[in-house]
Nanobody, 122 residues
Framework: QAQLVESGGGLVQAGGSLRLSCAIA????????VAWFRQAPEKEREFVAR????????YYADSVKGRFTISRDNAKNTVYLQMNSLKPEDTAVYYC???????????????WGQGTQVTVSA
């Protein structure tokens, strides 16, 4: 089992930046592939970014590519999402997701955090 806790959300003006953190409590953190998803009001959950076990491989949704950066610090059991050039359409609840087998598709992997709200004003 694993506990995922997101933090760093808040209110920011368009063009601003936020850094989200996902702290993962688990003995096998380094074996987890980790992703960020988001869900805006009245919209379906969508994939945002994914990072592999050693942090060398990353993958981004087209909507955030070039603006968001996912990274991980395995010594701290933490994954980050640096969000720059934020747009109002980035407003959503952001969820951290982890899977020990790397089986993260459109619906995500095994473990989910509670989410953190990001609101971008025009």
């Amino acid at each position: 089992q694993a506990q995922l806790v997101e933090s760093g959300g808040g209110l920011v003006q368009a063009g601003g930046s936020l850094r989200l953190s996902c702290a993962i409590a688990g003995r096998t953190f380094t074996s987890y592939v980790v992703a960020w998803f988001r869900q805006a009001p009245e919209k379906e959950r969508e994939f945002v970014a994914r990072i592999n076990r050693n942090g060398a491989g990353t993958y981004y949704a087209d909507s955030v590519k070039g603006r968001f950066t996912i990274s991980r610090d395995n010594a701290k059991n933490t994954v980050y999402l640096q969000m720059n050039s934020l747009k109002p359409e980035d407003t959503a609840v952001y969820y951290c997701n982890a899977d020990p087998g790397g089986n993260i598709g459109a619906r995500g992997g095994l473990y989910w955090g509670q989410g953190t709200q990001v609101t971008v004003s025009a």
